[in-house]
């Protein structure tokens, strides 16, 4: 079983930054992509961002693409998320997960159960 940590939210106004970071441990694939999801209130929880094994492939939901930054350090087991200007619609608890595939992440499919996610609070 795969253990996944989140942690690095918090409150910040419009337009601030947050970085969060999620430690995978556990029984993880040799080789595997790693991604981003946040579930707002009331809301089904939706993609953000995902980053293949090797890092060159990343891809990005609409709403976060030239604000967002994920990057990942594969000798710690953690993925990255840089978050700036930052919006009250970016209000959510944020999660991450993996595949061994960078597309199956994209399309909400995952191989881990998920964690407690961090929360990531925006004010207007």
């Known amino acids: 079983q795969v253990q996944l940590v989140e942690s690095g939210g918090g409150l910040v106004q419009a337009g601030g930054s947050l970085r969060l970071s999620c430690a995978a441990s556990?029984?993880?694939?040799?080789?595997?992509?790693m991604g981003w999801f946040r579930q707002a209130p009331g809301k089904e929880r939706e993609f953000v961002a995902a980053?293949?094994?090797?890092?060159?492939?990343?891809n990005y939901a609409d709403s976060v693409k030239g604000r967002f930054t994920i990057s990942r350090d594969r000798a710690k087991n953690t993925v990255y998320l840089q978050m700036n200007s930052l919006k009250p619609e970016d209000t959510a608890v944020y999660y991450c997960?993996?595949?061994?595939?960078?597309?199956?992440?994209?399309?909400?499919?995952?191989?881990?159960?998920w964690g407690q996610g961090t929360q990531v609070t925006v004010s207007s």
């Open positions: 556990g029984r993880t694939p040799s080789v595997y992509a």
């Open positions: 997960n993996l595949d061994r595939e960078l597309e199956p992440i994209v399309r909400m499919r995952v191989l881990s159960p």
């Open positions: 980053i293949s094994w090797t890092g060159i492939r990343i």
